[in-house]
């Protein structure tokens, strides 16, 4: 990523959120794999290890016993949304479905970096609820369309207040800018990759479909020593450490998730007049296994 780096438009949120709530796995030489389990040994099944499909009653906020919720601006990478508490921009909707919704508005008078906030969204994140090392990580998700619109379901390495970013590593599962109506990506981010250096690929629907359209599934799986993205079922993209130039590979230890939808940056830049308001990103489920 250039100045769309994550840490760019999320580290000043993310220290916040580190002072405000509670809150390694060694990393694998490359080429290891687990010894062959005995023949006629059955392989074990895929284990649920953080379900959340968002029943609840319509207006019920997040369960905080899995998610938290940050909040402020982000000078990082200019964007322009403040991120509110409790349920005002972040809410169930009664049919299963947690709803992130971005307005242009600015009820409580917020401060952002360049005045007066134009906009309010929500960003959630499970830091000190649940971490996981490795397995499969998905999102069934309809994103939001129009200019300035940035949806992002993304995970950081949970040792980052110690260790910083990029060391402690950033899995992009899926952004999408609004300007691409018909495209997301999926990036690493790590020490001597972070930045315009992430490595990563993008995947395009066909026939100018829009994932504004419709729900779609993002999902990583990920092992010792490899990233896996795919759209829907279709993988797109395999990472490992033969893809970081020889630097640290910072992806064999335990990672948090997090949801969130900005309005502007450099990236995406700024809504103009015709992007509408408000826009949503409506997630259906949030799971993730051991395999």
Wanted: aromatic content about 12%; glycine content about 14%; charged content about 15%.
């Amino acid at each position: 990523m250039t100045v769309r780096s994550s840490w760019r438009r999320r580290a000043s949120l993310y220290a916040a959120s580190l002072a405000c709530c509670a809150a390694s796995l060694a990393a694998t030489p490359t080429g290891a794999s687990a010894a062959p389990a005995p023949i006629g040994t059955p392989a074990k099944a895929a284990a649920a290890t953080f379900t959340d499909d968002f029943n609840g009653a319509a207006g019920s906020a997040v369960d905080g016993g899995k998610w938290q919720i940050e909040t402020g601006d982000n000078v990082n990478n200019h964007e322009r949304q403040f991120y509110t508490a409790g349920n005002s921009n972040a809410a169930l909707d009664g049919q299963g479905n947690l709803v992130i919704t971005a307005r242009k508005e600015n009820p409580g008078n917020y401060q952002c970096w360049y005045g007066r906030c134009e906009y309010t969204s929500a960003r959630l994140n499970t830091s000190g609820k649940f971490t996981q090392a490795y397995g499969h990580v998905e999102a069934r998700m309809k994103v939001p369309r129009g200019q300035g619109m940035w949806p992002a379901f993304w995970m950081l390495g949970s040792d980052i207040g110690s260790v910083g970013w990029p060391a402690s590593g950033e899995i992009d599962v899926m952004e999408n800018v609004g300007f691409e109506p018909s495209t997301v990506h999926g990036t690493l981010h790590g020490p001597g990759y972070s930045g315009s250096g992430g490595i990563g690929a993008a995947y395009t629907l066909p026939g100018g479909q829009a994932f504004a359209d419709g729900f779609h599934t993002f999902a990583v799986d990920w092992a010792p020593n490899s990233v896996k993205w795919s759209v829907d079922g279709n993988v797109y993209q395999t990472r490992t450490p033969a893809d970081v130039g020889g630097n640290q590979w910072a992806f064999n230890k335990p990672f948090f998730l997090i949801l969130n939808l900005a309005v502007g940056g450099y990236w995406p830049g700024d809504p103009d007049g015709s992007t509408g308001f408000p826009q949503q990103l409506v997630v259906d489920y949030v799971h993730v296994t051991t395999q």
